[in-house]
């Protein structure tokens, strides 16, 4: 057995706004479903990436999330809770090639605390 640890993200929460209906006029009706996603990580942003994003966007951007391989669900501008608090998503998800990420995550997404 190998004695070096296995990476392993968090359980997050992540509200999927979904269509439900339609309403009597034919235009559709939407609801946040929430869904759980396993293997998350999360990492703070470095002191240089808070304040270039925050120069960039206005927005206080903390973490930055590594959703895992095969993940389907739609990140930009999606609501997420994890350790008891509620986050948005900050900006368009950043994606790499499957077969060159030698790890479980390929898409990066970042998020700021929503009060």
Known sequence: MSSMARIKGITVTLLQHVQTDTDPFG?????????TVD????A????????????LTGRKVSY?????????HTWEGAEVWFWGQRWQVVGIPTQGIDD?????????VEVERIE
């Open 44 to 55: 703070p942003l470095t002191a240089e990436d808070l304040l270039s994003q925050t120069s």
């Open 100 to 108: 060159l990420i030698p790890l479980d995550w390929n898409l990066k």
């Open 27 to 35: 235009q559709p009706v939407y609801d946040d479903i929430p869904v």
């Open 64 to 72: 930055q999330l590594a959703i895992p391989k095969g993940d389907t």
């Open 39 to 42: 293997n998350v990580l999360i």
